[in-house]
């Protein structure tokens, strides 16, 4: 244990900020965040206000904490560098936000478990990873501005989804990637390269409210859309 008063170890080697006792947070989350700072190289970010300084980890920059545990991270357009974030024990967080980081690997986002906002746009991704299916709880996909050609399968499987932003991508072809999505309200796919909306792409998106397909390369709408979607209020084409 550290004491509170000199910051030594019985052997009297100095304590990380991880290991105080009187942390406001989990060590093991300390220890995520630590890393993400390290692999990210937080000394060249844009603000790094308290980060590693602190045992109060809520005053760290971009960080919230909840109830004890780090509910919120975000570090949009910090100059976080390229990294792969291997071992990310943050149970609780439900919101994430590294957009406009466009050197970041985001291959380790499935142990993130808890999500239920991620905000992964302009980081100039040319695909999202498979492994995204491990997001059970996630709500709200924003992935606009970058450089995906393809929708991945493993979408359809995040059934909580509520609202997907795929704007301004490459992407040039939808199928079935959203046919069990049922709580989808807001689908923003404009911007892309799509020629052909298949009949059935939407038939058991049950829920869906707005659909962007505006500034693709589509030349004709199936007549079942509507249909297929009977709570659509707004579609955008052109």
């Known amino acids: 244990d550290c004491d509170l008063i000199t910051d030594e170890k019985p052997d009297g080697s100095i304590c990380t900020i991880c290991e105080r006792i009187d942390l406001s947070i989990p060590q093991n989350e300390c220890e995520s965040l630590r890393a993400i700072y390290t692999w990210s190289n937080g000394s060249g970010w844009d603000n790094n206000n308290n980060w590693l300084n602190s045992v109060d980890v809520d005053t760290w920059y971009g960080v919230e904490v909840v109830s004890g545990h780090v ?4 570090l949009s357009d910090n100059s ?61 996909l924003y992935a606009q501005n970058n450089a995906l050609t393809t929708i991945i399968a493993s979408l359809n499987q995040l059934t909580d989804l509520n609202i997907i932003d795929l704007s301004n991508n490459l992407i040039n072809a939808i199928w079935t990637q959203f046919q069990n999505l049922n709580q989808l309200t807001v689908l923003d796919l404009s911007d892309n390269q799509i020629t052909v909306m298949p009949a059935n792409a939407f038939q058991w998106v049950s829920a869906l409210e707005e659909l962007d397909m505006a500034w693709n390369l589509i030349t004709s709408i199936p007549s079942s859309l509507t249909a297929s979607a009977q709570t659509l209020q707004r579609v955008y084409f052109t």
Do not use: C
């Open 71 to 74: 509910n919120t991270l975000l």
């Open 80 to 140: 976080l560098v390229w990294s792969l974030w291997t071992w990310l024990r943050l149970p609780k967080l439900t919101s994430l936000d590294i957009s406009s980081n466009p050197w970041v690997n985001i291959s380790a986002i499935w142990q993130l478990t808890g999500l239920s906002v991620l905000n992964i746009a302009n980081m100039e991704l040319a695909a999202l990873p498979a492994s995204m299916s491990t997001l059970q709880t996630l709500d709200i």
